[in-house]
């Protein structure tokens, strides 16, 4: 079959009635992806690709890491995502003394009682903004790494829920910058999605200056979507029907990785799930409840370039992330799409 990007719902083939999601929840979700979409507008201006990538993380209940160079609105971004909704929000800033216990929390024991009793650290929020995540040590790094999957920390042998939704927004300096301690893979691994910012166009670099008034701790937004409205955005991603061809497709292009000599290993069977994931919730984005081929091709960047790496590495981490991302440019020019 082939799909063009006006079909409709009727014209997806082979899906019965149980997979159809009520056109009444497309529209709500599409309402609050919009409220939320003009909101962070209101705080980054000219970043729409960059906004709407982080819906769909949201969406989709994945982790966002955006590497970039200082000053260009990392740290905004996460701002204006948590205070557009009624979530909890905590700032953890990552630096080279930071300890695991400063992050998860630690059992301290209480003399009244004569019991230890957990503290909780600042990770126990809706949205954890993990700053300059790379400039702490590995050993901290690794505190996430439970967190990041299972949305609970282990401390002493006990369990603690973080609570949903969960969401790890962190920022990173280029890895070559002195002071910086690269992201192990399976911390990678468990980012859904890494992203640049990149420089405005002028025009809205010439805004920016005309109207910025202090940082981003000014930032005017209200919050416009509940905690409630970001689980039901996530609740319905699964939803979002995805038809075997288009399975097939993603599976092409994850397969490719595999045996590209190019990359020293492929995507994971995590990086295909998180690329169905993601191509779910650009779908519902877009006021979709089926997911397009072009949803697939458009997301697999973000989702897969961070999980991938040169068999030759040169030592120069932008050269080489270019280098990747041609490398999936061209196995993606290279599948025809169903």
């Known amino acids: 079959m082939r799909f063009s990007p006006g079909c409709s719902r009727s014209s997806v083939e082979g899906r019965s009635m149980s997979d159809f999601v009520p056109a009444s929840r497309i529209g709500e979700a599409s309402a609050v992806l919009e409220r939320l979409r003009s909101n962070i507008r209101l705080a980054l201006r000219g970043k729409d690709e960059v906004i709407e990538h982080l819906l769909v993380c949201l969406a989709a209940g994945g982790h966002l890491l955006i590497e970039d160079l200082p000053g260009v609105g990392k740290t905004t971004l996460a701002y204006s995502l948590a205070r557009s909704t009624d979530c909890t929000f905590s700032r953890i800033q990552f630096t080279s003394d930071l300890l695991p216990s400063d992050v998860t929390g630690v059992a301290i024991y209480d003399e009244t009682t004569r019991e230890f009793v957990f503290k909780r650290g600042p990770v126990f929020a809706n949205i954890v903004l993990a700053d300059e995540i790379n400039r702490a040590p590995p050993k901290t790094q690794s505190a996430l790494l439970e967190v990041m999957d299972r949305a609970r920390v282990t401390v002493d042998g006990r369990a603690h829920e973080v609570g949903s939704p969960f969401m790890v927004f962190a920022t990173q300096n280029p890895v070559d910058y002195e002071g910086t301690f690269p992201l192990p893979e399976s911390q990678m691994d468990r980012f859904l999605m890494r992203l640049q910012m990149g420089y405005p166009q002028p025009a809205d670099e010439i805004e920016i200056l005309r109207t910025a008034r202090g940082g981003y701790d000014s930032i005017a ?47 994971s069977v995590r990086g295909g799930l998180a690329l169905r994931s ?61």
């Open 221 to 267: 937004v209200n919050a416009v979507a509940t905690r409630a409205d970001v689980l039901g955005l996530q609740g319905l991603v699964p939803q979002v029907f995805v038809e075997d061809s288009v399975l097939d497709y993603l599976l092409r292009i994850v397969a490719a990785t595999r045996t590209e000599s190019e990359f020293r290993c492929g995507a």
């Open 278 to 338: 993601a191509a779910q919730a650009r779908a519902l984005v877009r006021g979709r409840d089926f997911v397009l081929p072009e949803d697939v091709a458009e997301m697999a960047g973000a989702v897969l370039g961070h999980r991938l790496a040169l068999a030759r590495q040169s030592g120069d981490a932008l050269e080489e992330r270019r280098s990747v991302a041609g490398h999936l440019r061209r196995i993606l020019g290279s599948l025809p799409q169903p």
